[in-house]
């Protein structure tokens, strides 16, 4: 079955640190591949996705995820934290078994120190 | 316009009560989807809508109806729900192009069922 794990409940960084969020998933071909992220009591805001092509994509806000697909993950970075990135963030996959399904990952919660 | 518009924003019922949450965008999406959110969990997929007929339920029971009554609009209506139904249930429309696919989420509805 499709699955996704963010191993990761929650992460301290400091504010201009750098930051690496996991996600690994399981899916028997190439799946779609997201990342959200939610701010307390809001909806989620899409932040990056990939499909196929470049493994290295860009996303907003100065994030970008790498595919591995040898190690089925979709690791999340961002080279300089800033305090406003404090949030949720939830890794997803999406494939097609007659619509198109979404699942998430239990999801990260970020803090940033001063 | 790339919002999808959920209302109302907050809600509370009693177990015997009859309410509904509308969701509405103008995007030209065909499929629309409802989400349920316990507090610290990720989304739960609930229903998928795709060129407004149901394409998945994931066994939602039977006290949550959903509606697509047209391309734009979204209602999922609510009657003798319990107390552990209390959550924030989210929407989203799904953008499909050659970019791939993505969902666009409303700020949800936080109900309480009391």
């Known amino acids: 079955a499709q699955s996704v794990t963010q191993p990761d409940i929650h992460i301290t960084v400091s504010e201009g640190a750098s930051l690496e969020l996991r996600c690994n998933y399981s899916y028997g071909a190439t799946p779609y591949l997201f990342w959200y992220v939610q701010s307390p009591g809001q909806g989620l805001q899409l932040l990056l996705k990939y499909f196929s092509g470049d493994t290295l994509v860009q996303g907003i806000k100065g994030f970008e995820a790498e595919f591995k697909r040898s190690q089925s993950s979709f690791n999340l970075r961002k080279p300089s934290v800033h305090w406003s990135d404090a949030a949720e963030y939830f890794c997803?996959?999406?494939?097609?078994?007659?619509?198109?399904?979404?699942?998430f990952g239990a999801g990260t919660r970020l803090f940033v120190k001063a | 316009d790339t919002e999808v518009t959920q209302t109302p924003k907050h809600l509370v019922m009693g177990m015997t009560n009859k309410k509904s949450l509308k969701c509405e965008q103008h995007?030209?999406?065909?499929?629309m989807y409802w989400y349920k959110q316990k507090a610290k969990k990720p989304p739960e997929l609930m229903f998928v809508y795709s060129y407004e007929k149901l394409s998945i339920n994931e066994s939602v029971p039977s006290r949550f109806s959903p509606e697509c009554p047209n391309s734009s609009l979204l209602n999922l209506h609510l009657h003798a729900l319990q107390p552990e139904d209390s959550a924030l249930y989210l929407c989203?429309?799904?953008?499909?192009?050659?970019?791939?696919?993505?969902?666009?989420f409303g700020s949800g509805t936080q109900l309480s069922v009391l």
């Open positions: 997803a996959v999406g494939w097609r078994p007659g619509g198109f399904k979404t699942i």
């Open positions: 995007m030209g999406h065909r499929a």
């Open positions: 989203a429309s799904r953008q499909a192009d050659r970019d791939g696919e993505k969902l666009f």
